[in-house]
């Protein structure tokens, strides 16, 4: 049973004596060991996490949670399927008809989805009025054929607001001269950024609703509805139950068919992430397997004299369970301190190194950022704490088990 004077004793033995600092030293060795792995491994998940956050942000800012379309290609009654699903848990809902064209600009000849929105109702199920930089989405108007470009998809076509760009669709048109591709010029009215790495900004362009129909030939049809929810990780679950509403011919597409198994690798290259650098952790808390194992051996006189005063072979395991313990409690707890400072700091530090050695570490090209994000969450901190004590309690079981086993008699023969 623990007994408060294994704890003082255990306390006092972290500090040696005069005649031998050494023992002092491999301590605060291992102390700082384990305060490095768990500030390393802080800072490493934090900064997972900001990235993870930032992609999420630019995927879900520009695709919807679930989208209804159907087998034929188009929804006829798309009024009456809007009533259905917009209902709880969906918020909004928002009809769309899209379609693949080429874009002609100065000489330039770009491909992109193009799609129709009706501005008000797409600003319910998307965040693309917020990623406008030139112009306004609800400046596309019914009639008026202007249209919204990727910022990317801009500067390809060197096209600017208030341009005439020819959109060139698959649908094709029989005249007296034969077969000709449907096309119509539109005026660009507002440019969008949504940030690289997916091509939203390169392959994208909006037009009102009713310009698309005729564009596409759909009549009042369209080609299906986005919707929203709250809890955007719900969409697979929700999207099932839509299925049992709607009628034989819809089908339902979430995020998650086309974006899953990338946010699945980034979750799995943070958990392995976060194994490997816990075997860094491992390494600085067993070195506290040789700490303890030195004092066991220093203190083999003090062991067999409080034996001889009747202390168990439990409490001087107790002792050296204690000082270990205490190592890795004052590792870990300068390790959360310091992991945290630099998380919450290492996109100005990063930031103060880029402009002081003029270099750029991070290029939007690559890492879908120019700059290191980092969020910081406490489970994540929790984990790391429980982790890095549990192996320092582990650390300290066999060189405390060893203590307990001294004979007194053997290890006072010779004093």
Do not use: C
Request: aromatic share 10%.
């Amino acid at each position: 049973m623990f007994r408060p004077a294994a704890f003082f004793i255990g306390l006092r033995y972290t500090r040696a004596k005069r005649r031998n600092h050494f023992i002092s030293f491999i301590s605060l060795v291992s102390m700082l060991g384990i305060a490095l792995g768990v500030t390393v491994l802080i800072t490493v998940l934090s900064v997972m996490n900001g990235f993870d956050s930032e992609i999420r942000k630019r995927v879900f800012s520009m695709v919807p949670p679930i989208t209804v379309s159907s087998v034929t290609g188009y929804i006829a009654d798309w009024q009456e399927v809007q009533k259905i699903v917009t209902t709880p848990p969906i918020i909004a809902s928002a009809p769309f008809a899209t379609g693949e064209a080429l874009l002609n600009y100065s000489g330039s000849t770009q491909p992109a989805l193009i799609t129709g929105i009706l501005p008000a109702e797409e600003e319910k199920v998307s965040e693309l009025s917020q990623k406008m930089v030139k112009g306004k989405l609800t400046d596309l108007q019914p009639g008026k054929f202007g249209i919204v470009l990727g910022e990317n998809l801009a500067n390809r076509l060197e096209a600017n607001i208030g341009d005439k760009v020819t959109i060139m669709t698959p649908q094709i048109t029989l005249t007296p001269a034969g077969v000709i591709p449907r096309y119509k010029r539109f005026t660009v009215v507002g440019i969008f950024r949504a940030g690289n790495g997916f091509g939203f900004d390169l392959g994208l362009g909006f037009i009102n609703l009713s310009d698309s129909q005729k564009l596409f030939a759909l009549g009042d049809n369209v080609t299906g509805l986005h919707l929203a929810i709250k809890d955007v990780y719900a969409a697979p679950r929700i999207a099932h139950n839509l299925m049992n509403q709607l009628s034989g011919n819809a089908t339902i597409s979430t995020w998650a068919d086309q974006f899953g198994d990338f946010f699945h690798a980034i979750q799995l290259e943070k958990t392995m992430m976060f194994l490997i650098l816990l075997l860094i952790l491992a390494v600085a808390a067993f070195n506290m397997v040789s700490t303890l194992v030195m004092v066991v051996s220093e203190k083999q006189s003090d062991i067999a004299i409080l034996r001889t005063f009747g202390a168990t072979p439990g409490m001087i395991m107790n002792i050296f369970i204690v000082q270990g313990g205490l190592i890795g409690v004052i590792g870990t707890l300068l390790g959360v301190i310091g992991g945290l400072l630099l998380a919450w700091n290492v996109t100005d530090i990063v930031n103060w190194i880029e402009q002081i050695f003029h270099v750029q570490l991070i290029s939007s090209s690559v890492y879908f950022v120019n700059y290191l994000p980092s969020e910081v969450e406490w489970t994540d901190v929790v984990e790391i704490s429980l982790a890095s004590l549990l192996l320092s309690l582990v650390a300290t079981i066999y060189p405390a088990w060893r203590a307990s086993k001294l004979d007194p008699v053997e290890s006072l023969r010779y004093e």
